[in-house]
């Protein structure tokens, strides 16, 4: 008897898209900001060589993306006109649907596990600020000080926000969500999102991050997709479930869905992108800002990218 050979396993990654220009990084930054793609794709990636389960890997690379102060997100999260950090983050198993999600979070180190504590032991999909940040003590999660989440050079873009009265938050998106989607050697996808959200956000803003559907969505039966950009367009268009929706009902390339929601939110007058991954292991990304971080993994090695030319 010849041995079956196993199906590929594939990590895609995004650190955010917006107005990221070769000009607005000095080489040092881009650096920094590579080398925490390359670790976030290295953690999840050793996950899924050793045949472990998707969704353990997007939360790996989420966890390394929080942990970066480079990324809104976990540390490093963007301030609220209030001079707060508020934090969302989703993660789904595309085996059954199964979701947790969490939006207003202020202690957790790493709100991605939040999220998928709430998934794995709470009977609800989504908890909110204070709930969600006792539901963290409960679980014994990692907590954290503001000094863990507050970084000079965000609050540095909060009063550079605020200097301009025409503007509630950070319109150019310079600094975005970060996300994983996965398919490990057993053909299942998952999806993790994590976000700061908006510099300046106010009234308790909730952006698409940590909605089912709009910026996170997984289903076995299509995709995984994790989305960054301009959230309350992502919201209107149900970016994510439309993605899947798409590669589901119409037979679609993820790359061709992908490409086809990005535009239908380009044409509402959104900016950002989504990555993608199938449980036949392809993977793609779209966008239509000038730049998005982001990175891809499998058997064959890896890549990362930031502008939109590479």
Known sequence: MTDVPRPSWKLVIHGGSGVILRESL???QEREMRAGLEAALAAGAEILAAGGDALDA???S???LEDDP?????????????????????VMDGRD???GAVTGATATKNPVSLARAIMRNSPHVFLSREGADQFSREEGLEQAGPEWFATAERRRQLELMKADEDHYFDEELKYGTVG??????????????STGGLTG????????????GAGTYADDRAAAVSATGAGEYFIRAAVAHEI???IRLRGESAKAAADAVIADVGDLGGTGGVIVVTPGGEAAWAFNSPGMYRGVAGPDGTKVAIYGDE
């Open 244 to 246: 899947c929706a798409r």
């Open 26 to 28: 000095t080489a040092g």
């Open 97 to 99: 649907r199964n979701a």
């Open 180 to 193: 994983a989607v996965a398919v490990d050697v057993r053909g299942h996808v998952a999806a993790a999102t």
């Open 62 to 64: 989420a966890r390394v």
């Open 201 to 212: 956000k106010r009234w308790g803003r909730i952006g698409d991050s940590p909605l089912i």
């Open 70 to 90: 480079n990324f809104n997100a976990g540390r490093g999260s963007v301030f609220t006109y209030q001079g707060t950090n508020e934090m969302d983050a989703a």
């Open 58 to 60: 997007v939360e790996a």
